[in-house]
Nanobody, 122 residues
C-alpha cells in the first residue's frame, strides 16, 4: 500500500503565500514524476506543476513565475511554494506520484493524495 498525504493548505489573503507538502509512504522502491493538480468548484481538475526525479519541472501558464515545485527524494516528499496568490488560485490541491513498488515490478502506478484546500480571499 502507498499513501500520499498533503498538508499546508489554508486561508490566505490575495498576494500572500503558502507552502504545500506531500509525503509518500508505504511500499515504494522508486518515484518518478510527482505532480500537483488542483480543482476549483465547477471546474475540471488541472495540472499545476510537475517535477521529475532528476528535477526537471513544468508549470501551467497560469502559475509560472508565482509557484515553485521542488522535491526531496530522500524523504519522498514534494513541495509547492505558492506566492502572489490570487483568488482564482482557490481550489483543492492534490499531489500525485508515479511509483514503482518493488525493484522487480514491471509497472509504475499513479497514486493520488486526498487533497488540501487552498482559499485565497480578495
Amino acid at each position: 500500500q502507498v499513501q500520499l498525504v498533503e498538508s499546508g493548505g489554508g486561508l490566505v489573503q490575495s498576494g500572500g503565500s503558502l507552502r504545500l507538502s506531500c509525503v509518500a509512504s508505504g511500499n515504494i522502491f522508486s518515484i518518478n514524476v510527482m505532480d500537483w493538480y488542483r480543482q476549483a468548484p465547477g471546474k475540471e481538475r488541472e495540472l499545476v506543476a510537475a517535477i521529475t526525479s532528476d528535477g526537471t519541472t513544468n508549470y501551467a501558464d497560469s502559475v509560472k513565475g508565482r509557484f515553485l515545485i521542488s522535491r526531496d527524494n530522500g524523504k519522498n516528499t514534494v513541495y509547492l511554494q505558492m506566492s502572489s496568490l490570487k483568488p482564482e488560485d482557490t481550489a483543492v490541491y492534490y499531489c500525485t506520484a508515479d511509483i514503482k513498488p518493488t525493484r522487480s515490478s514491471s509497472y509504475w502506478f499513479r497514486y493520488w493524495g486526498q487533497g488540501t484546500q487552498v482559499t485565497v480571499s480578495s
